[in-house]
């Protein structure tokens, strides 16, 4: 199954959260990391006052269940260092399902495709490099939103796409 993940880091050595996340997924069983977006450097949305994040999206094949590749994107967090405190605060890896092939799923535990990913710039300029019409929340194709009312000033590309298959 053809998924995409959000990466983002804003505490620590950024970069190297990224990559580490990266290598982490390589590892993860019935994962295949295929390739990655460049990475852009993104003002934070919500909570508290915190440095600028590091967002990159990674294309994976999953031959595991949604369920399955959501407690690995959990693991590789916690392998990170990620420390869930504040909501929308600072972490040194948020690892997010945006999308799992065509399927929509809104369970309580797991809600994809992401449900905030098409307002959030962070999210939609390092995807559209790998999809150009992803699925959106609502079963919406990407071709049918008005991106002129997506603000596009918080994302900045920062580095070249993240190392996969080393």
Do not use: K
């Not at 053809?2 to 990266?22: C, I, K, M, P």
């Not at 994962?31 to 949305?45: A, Q």
């Not at 405190?85 to 495709?113: A, H, K, M, Q």
């Not at 194709?141 to 580095?159: C, E, H």
């Amino acid at each position: 199954m053809r998924a995409y993940l959000g990466l983002g880091s804003n505490l620590g050595d950024r970069l190297e959260n990224l990559l580490r996340a990266v290598r982490l997924l390589q590892d993860a069983p019935g994962v295949v990391v295929l390739r990655s977006s460049r990475v852009y450097e993104t003002e934070p949305v919500g909570g508290p006052e915190q440095p600028d994040y590091l967002n990159a999206v990674v294309e994976i094949d999953a031959g595991i269940a949604a369920h399955a590749l959501l407690d690995a994107c959990l693991g590789i967090e916690d392998a990170v260092g990620r420390v869930r405190g504040e909501l929308w605060g600072p972490r040194t890896i948020d690892v997010d399902i945006l999308t799992y092939g065509g399927t929509t799923i809104d369970d309580g535990r797991l809600t994809v495709p992401h449900p905030r990913m098409q307002g959030r710039m962070f999210v939609l300029a390092p995807l559209l490099e790998l999809d150009d019409d992803p699925l959106l929340p609502g079963g919406r194709q990407i071709s049918t939103m008005r991106l002129d009312r997506v603000d596009v000033s918080g994302a900045r590309t920062w580095a070249p796409p993240l190392v996969v298959g080393v």
